[in-house]
């Protein structure tokens, strides 16, 4: 039984990695596309995803899937203490660096994100959550890098339906963005509590504050 379990572990990671390295090769090709400019629409609704989050003065904060880096001049109006930013792609990561300088980045799934426990205080995630291989587990890391209190945001500016168009032209796999039910049922096995949750035609957001409980323990990233 133990060595099916290995087995089960090596092919997960396997799989995981496989899926990551095809989507930094794809992203990597395509920071031309994503340094165009926004529609006003798009960009406001934007800063109506980050404003959702109550950003604070002092936050710790991490945008998850960061692109080019489209939330964050939206993220400095706030004034956090750090902003961080994390994704698979280098050369997205490059633009965010080279634009944003006080911005720390890492390339990396935000599963194996190297932080400290309990070191952020909001987390956002996106229109990246359906790019995510393992999002159990994606859910169980920001439970131990989120304090108690902090905000998880999962957005997308397009709405669900944009995903279910896009899903049809990717050379990876896509996941629909939760409906209401579905995401209740995901979130729900990890100490969060749902605050937000909205469903447009262009526009998406489920927004998630971590229990006040600092004895869960995911037994992921101890």
């Given at each position: 039984?133990?060595?099916?379990?290995?087995?089960?572990?090596?092919?997960?990671?396997?799989?995981r990695?496989?899926?990551?390295?095809?989507?930094?090769e794809?992203?990597?090709?395509?920071?031309h596309?994503?340094?165009?400019?926004?529609?006003?629409?798009?960009?406001?609704?934007?800063?109506?995803?980050?404003?959702?989050?109550?950003?604070?003065?002092?936050?710790?904060?991490?945008?998850?899937?960061?692109?080019?880096?489209?939330?964050?001049?939206?993220?400095?109006?706030?004034?956090?203490?750090?902003?961080?930013?994390?994704?698979?792609?280098?050369?997205?990561?490059?633009?965010?660096?080279?634009?944003?300088?006080?911005?720390?980045?890492?390339?990396s799934?935000?599963?194996?994100?190297?932080?400290?426990?309990?070191?952020?205080?909001?987390?956002?995630?996106?229109?990246?959550?359906?790019?995510?291989?393992?999002?159990?587990?994606?859910?169980?890391?920001?439970?131990?890098?989120?304090?108690?209190?902090?905000?998880?945001?999962?957005?997308?500016?397009?709405?669900?339906?944009?995903?279910?168009?896009?899903?049809?032209?990717?050379k990876?796999?896509?996941?629909?963005?939760?409906?209401?039910?579905?995401?209740?049922g995901?979130i729900?096995?990890?100490?969060?509590?749902?605050?937000?949750?909205?469903?447009?035609?262009?526009f998406?957001?489920?927004?998630?504050?971590?229990?006040e409980?600092?004895?869960?323990?995911?037994?992921v990233?101890?």
């Amino acid at each position: 039984m133990g060595s099916v379990r290995v087995w089960s572990i090596i092919v997960y990671m396997t799989d995981r990695k496989e899926h990551n390295r095809l989507q930094q090769e794809i992203f990597d090709g395509l920071v031309h596309v994503f340094e165009a400019p926004l529609e006003q629409s798009v960009q406001d609704r934007l800063r109506r995803i980050v404003a959702r989050a109550e950003i604070e003065p002092g936050d710790v904060v991490l945008d998850v899937g960061t692109g080019v880096g489209a939330l964050i001049p939206l993220i400095l109006e706030y004034k956090p203490y750090r902003i961080l930013a994390c994704d698979l792609s280098t050369e997205m990561l490059k633009r965010v660096a080279q634009k944003y300088p006080r911005v720390e980045t890492f390339n990396s799934d935000v599963i194996d994100l190297d932080l400290d426990r309990a070191s952020l205080d909001v987390v956002f995630m996106n229109g990246m959550f359906s790019n995510i291989y393992d999002k159990p587990a994606a859910l169980a890391r920001l439970v131990f890098l989120l304090r108690p209190g902090g905000r998880m945001v999962v957005s997308h500016p397009e709405g669900r339906e944009f995903i279910c168009r896009l899903r049809e032209n990717v050379k990876f796999h896509l996941d629909l963005l939760p409906a209401k039910k579905e995401w209740l049922g995901m979130i729900s096995p990890f100490p969060f509590e749902p605050v937000l949750f909205e469903d447009e035609p262009e526009f998406y957001l489920a927004l998630a504050r971590r229990k006040e409980d600092p004895k869960e323990d995911t037994g992921v990233g101890v």
